[in-house]
Structure formats: C-alpha cells, structure tokens
C-alpha cells in the first residue's frame, strides 16, 4: 500500500521548517509499549511539530502521558513521562500472578499460553463476569494514571487529545478531549468487558474504544490544522494461514474485531476524499489529508496473552522494536511527509 522513495539526508531534514503532524495510536495492552517507542523516536526530530493524537485503550493512556510530559517540559519531558509511565506498570505488575510458566521462559516466548493462572483466568472468564470475580473493582491502572498525568495541565496541553471509548447502551464512540480527561474516562477507553466492569462517566457505562473505534482517525480531520496523519499500528491487519488451535482462532477473531472500526472509517474517509468539494472548508479538509503508517511484522509473532505480559524486559523489547520502525518510516517516508500520503486510501474502496 505504499511506495518506497529515495533515501534523503537526513541532516537537511532537520533543518526543515516544523512541520505539524498528528497520530492515531492503535490499543493493544502491553503491545502499546511498541507505540511507546515509536513516539520516543519522533519527538528526537526537532522539525516534526505534533498537534494532536488520537488513541483507544494504551493508545489512549499513551497520549495521555505524552501530552501532559510536553505540556511540563517539552519533548524531553513527553519521553520521561512515557518512560516512567511504563515503568510503573511494570512495576505493578510484579505482585501479579498473571506471569510467564516456566515452560514459556524455556521456549523463548512473551506469551502466558503455558501460564495455570493465565488458563484458568482464561476459562473463568467464560463461566462468570468480572461483577462476579473483582466485585471491589479493583484496578491498578486507576491510581497509576493518577500519579502519572497532571490532569490539570493536560487540558491545557498544546497537544490535543482524543480519547475514544464505546457507550455500552448505544455502541457509538464517544470521544473524550484534553478538558475531560480523567483517570476514568482513559481506563473506559481501555475497558475489556470479560476482564473489567464497565466504567460509569455521567451517569453512562463505557467499554473498551477498539469496539467503535481503533483509533478514531475523524477528529484529526476536523480539529486539527495538520494534514500529516500517522497511524501507529499494533493489530496486524493481515495473518497468513488460517488459525486452526482454539487459541489461534480466538487470537485472529480478536485481530478482526478490533481492526474492523479502523478499517471502515478508512474506506469512509477514502470515499469522502473522492467526493469532497475542495472548494468548500469541510471538503477541503478530506481532500488535504495525507496518511501514513507505522507497523511491524514483529507483531505477528505475538499472540493474546502477551498483552498481558507487562515484564520490564518485554517492555524494552517492544519499545526498541517500536524505535527502529519508526527510524525506518523516517527513512524511507519522512520527505513523503508534507508532501504526499505514502498509504494508497483508495486501495481500500477496490478491496469492497
């Protein structure tokens, strides 16, 4: 879906006028250390100006931290703040008895497909709801997001934020801005049904944002003055051969569900690029956008349960991994940027 271009120096890239982008953060649990990554590397160019980010779950939590980190200290400050937010979720996780089996640590795997507790966790979770097996509702997430993001000062953050989560009663996105933001409103956009009870804001119940939106790509659209959009992508799009294991099966079908959003409101934005009036404000914008995308095949070798993995050495893994991708994007597509979208959207509407 893309094109390579020539390799430019690097150096006289840097000296570039700012350029203003936007990113769409996909969720994904622990794999959104990956985007961790990826925004550790941008934010060391100094002629890439980000104006906005939309994110679901990780993603989310992901521009929250970064916001509020570049609100207090620039882009120095954005990299402390995702590197001690990570940090602490790993930290959290120690005392959890969600861990890898031994049988995983021998097999070189991030995985907890051999872990009892994950198994039974797994199975329990199709039998009883979590009103049944966390009726405190317990959630270290809450008090970690409280203790990471000045909530004060990111609603006043230069970088705007879109937070997306799904209404459990009518199913449509709703999406939280800098202002609104709270510890609750990004642990909604991150909430799991089978694993967390639904989060209550205004008197409404959400769920996890992936089920309406994984991220929500319009609001970059339509409040931002960049015309630059990246999209960081966890959830692979495409899995060769057909799942055959229950896991597998279970594994793919997540993939699908969570893609699925994203995809449409691709083909929607292609199709409204073919149709916008340049002439008029709103047309204009469609028509201005220009996408691009930073994925991994890395991603492929992972399946469910390393979501669940929050080892620091993991962590490091991904966010590395999410640092040389995000290198390679430069590389090949940071002269793209400005200029032209390096992601074919109508290749979208010939796959209908």
């Known amino acids: ?190 909430c799991l049904p089978m694993m967390f009870r639904a989060i209550e804001i205004d008197g409404e119940a959400y769920w996890d944002g992936g089920f309406s939106g994984n991220p929500t790509i319009s609001p970059l659209v339509r409040e931002s003055d960049a015309h630059d959009t990246i999209l960081v992508q966890i959830n692979p799009v495409e899995r060769p051969g057909t799942p055959k294991t229950a896991r597998d099966i279970l594994n793919r079908e997540n993939e699908i569900a969570f893609n699925a959003p994203l995809l449409k409101e691709l083909r929607m934005i292609a199709l409204l690029r073919r149709v916008a009036n340049a002439g008029d404000c709103e047309g204009a914008r469609w028509a201005a956008m220009r996408l691009h995308r930073i994925s991994s095949p890395a991603m492929l070798e992972l399946g469910y349960s390393s979501k669940l993995n929050a080892e620091w050495a993991f962590l490091l893994t991904l966010r590395d991994e999410g640092r040389r991708r995000a290198q390679a994007f430069l590389s090949e597509h940071g002269d793209d940027l400005g200029q032209r979208a390096s992601i074919d959207l109508d290749t979208l509407l010939e796959e209908v």
């Open 1 to 190: 879906m893309s094109t390579a271009k020539p390799v430019s120096n690097a150096h006289s890239r840097r000296d570039r006028e700012p350029l203003a982008v936007d990113l769409a953060l996909q969720g994904g649990g622990a794999h959104g250390a990956f985007a961790w990554g990826v925004l550790d590397r941008l934010l060391r160019e100094p002629w890439l100006r980000i104006e906005a980010i939309s994110g679901t779950s990780a993603g989310a939590m992901n521009a929250a931290v970064m916001s509020d980190g570049y609100a207090a200290d620039g882009a120095a400050g954005a990299q402390a703040a995702l590197e001690g937010f990570w940090r602490r979720v790993s930290e959290a996780a120690r005392l959890s008895p969600l861990q890898r089996s031994p049988v995983d640590i021998l097999m070189g795997q991030w995985t907890m497909d051999h872990s009892p507790f994950f198994l039974g966790m797994d199975m329990a979770s199709r039998l009883f709801s979590p009103y049944d097996l966390n009726p405190l509702d317990i959630n270290p997430l809450r008090d970690i997001l409280a203790d990471c993001i000045d909530f004060s000062r990111l609603a006043a953050s230069p970088i705007k934020v879109f937070a997306t989560a799904t209404n459990v009663r009518t199913g449509r996105p709703r999406i939280f801005r800098n202002a609104e933001l709270t510890p609750d409103a990004l642990l909604a956009s991150a």
